[in-house]
């Protein structure tokens, strides 16, 4: 399982082209105290994405309770926006996972994801099963996978406000819950809310100019933090780029802005029918060629 990278993508840059000839992280000041568990414990002159970019599509306060709303709403399938994280692996310290790649940017990174499963516990187990996330490539090309992807666990959403009245979006107990109307798939729903978040990505912002400047303060490279997820279907194997790791705080703002994104998807569906897209998405969750092959038997 080898793959080769651009060796010019493989020097730590500032920004503007040249190299970091020292990392910064020293210079920088101290957030947590020394031995704080935490990700975050220096402050870096990054400016974080945030999800849904810099300024959220307003709402009125009686969106949900307007006749153009009301009377178009049928609801459909229940479904859940969870977050989750892993890495806590008490058998082995270096199975460090997401939280590791978190502690390692100086960032809060969670998978951000969907799932119209009653207990959104089974989905960790699944996430665990596949390591999902676990694949990535060393400094020198090569693929490997790191420790502790299988260890996936859901983290509360916990926003300081709550939806708007009457939303189809409440606040569950770990979860997002998320009442979808009759005439919108999870599937499509998904990707909507996937495409709201981008900017806040992990992988497309570590090709950014911000992403590869932040790794020149820390001298490391930014190809070794990229997420990739191996899919195994009888004999053959394939790789699919991991969408749903970003930067999110889940008991922060950004969970409001999780809310709001949800909000804005449902009712831009339910009162914009004629901005609804007439084709379907092709699915990239689980690879679209055989980028690995079985040894022959």
Same mark, same amino acid.
């Given at each position: 399982?080898? $793959?080769?990278?651009?060796?010019?993508?493989?020097?730590?840059?500032?920004?503007?082209?040249?190299?970091?000839?020292?990392?910064?992280?020293?210079?920088?000041?101290?957030?947590?105290?020394?031995?704080? @568990?935490?990700?975050?414990?220096?402050?870096?002159?990054?400016?974080? @994405?945030?999800?849904?970019?810099?300024?959220?599509?307003?709402?009125?306060?009686? !969106?949900?309770?307007?006749?153009?709303?009301?009377?178009?709403?049928?609801?459909?399938?229940?479904?859940?926006?969870?977050?989750?994280?892993?890495?806590?692996?008490? !058998?082995?310290?270096? !199975?460090?996972?997401?939280?590791?790649?978190?502690?390692?940017?100086?960032?809060?990174?969670?998978?951000?994801?969907? $799932?119209?499963?009653?207990?959104?516990?089974?989905?960790?187990?699944?996430?665990?099963?596949?390591?999902?996330?676990?694949?990535?490539?060393?400094?020198?090309?090569?693929?490997?996978?790191?420790?502790?992807?299988? $260890?996936?666990?859901?983290?509360?959403?916990?926003?300081?406000?709550?939806?708007?009245?009457? =939303? @189809?979006?409440?606040?569950?107990?770990?979860?997002?819950?998320?009442?979808?109307?009759?005439?919108?798939?999870?599937?499509?729903?998904?990707?909507?809310?996937?495409?709201?978040? %981008?900017?806040?990505?992990?992988?497309?912002?570590?090709?950014?100019?911000?992403?590869? %400047?932040?790794?020149?303060?820390?001298?490391?490279?930014?190809?070794?933090?990229?997420?990739? $997820?191996?899919? %195994?279907?009888?004999? =053959?194997?394939?790789?699919?780029?991991?969408?749903?790791?970003?930067?999110?705080?889940?008991?922060? %703002?950004?969970?409001?802005?999780?809310?709001?994104?949800?909000?804005?998807?449902?009712?831009?569906?339910?009162?914009?029918?004629?901005?609804?897209?007439?084709?379907?998405y092709r699915s990239l969750g689980q690879g679209l060629r055989e980028d690995f092959k079985s040894p022959a038997a």
């Amino acid at each position: 399982m080898t $793959t080769h990278s651009n060796n010019a993508m493989l020097t730590p840059e500032t920004g503007n082209g040249s190299v970091a000839q020292e990392p910064l992280l020293a210079a920088a000041r101290r957030l947590l105290p020394e031995g704080s @568990p935490g990700a975050v414990t220096h402050h870096l002159p990054t400016q974080w @994405p945030r999800p849904g970019g810099v300024a959220l599509q307003p709402l009125p306060n009686d !969106a949900f309770t307007s006749d153009a709303f009301t009377k178009a709403y049928q609801p459909g399938f229940l479904i859940s926006i969870y977050a989750a994280g892993c890495g806590r692996d008490h !058998a082995n310290a270096a !199975a460090t996972g997401l939280l590791g790649l978190a502690r390692t940017l100086k960032a809060a990174l969670h998978k951000v994801g969907v $799932t119209t499963q009653t207990d959104p516990r089974n989905r960790m187990r699944e996430m665990s099963k596949v390591h999902y996330g676990a694949l990535t490539i060393t400094a020198d090309g090569n693929a490997c996978s790191d420790l502790g992807y299988n $260890t996936w666990a859901l983290t509360h959403i916990l926003p300081h406000n709550d939806p708007l009245p009457n =939303s @189809p979006v409440s606040i569950g107990e770990m979860v997002l819950n998320v009442r979808l109307p009759h005439d919108l798939p999870a599937e499509e729903f998904d990707k909507r809310l996937d495409k709201l978040m %981008r900017n806040a990505l992990l992988n497309d912002w570590l090709q950014s100019l911000d992403g590869k %400047r932040h790794c020149g303060y820390l001298g490391i490279y930014p190809e070794t933090l990229s997420r990739k $997820t191996v899919y %195994r279907f009888s004999k =053959s194997m394939r790789r699919s780029d991991t969408a749903e790791i970003y930067f999110f705080r889940p008991k922060s %703002r950004d969970a409001d802005r999780l809310v709001r994104l949800a909000e804005v998807i449902i009712y831009s569906h339910v009162t914009q029918p004629q901005n609804r897209p007439q084709v379907s998405y092709r699915s990239l969750g689980q690879g679209l060629r055989e980028d690995f092959k079985s040894p022959a038997a």
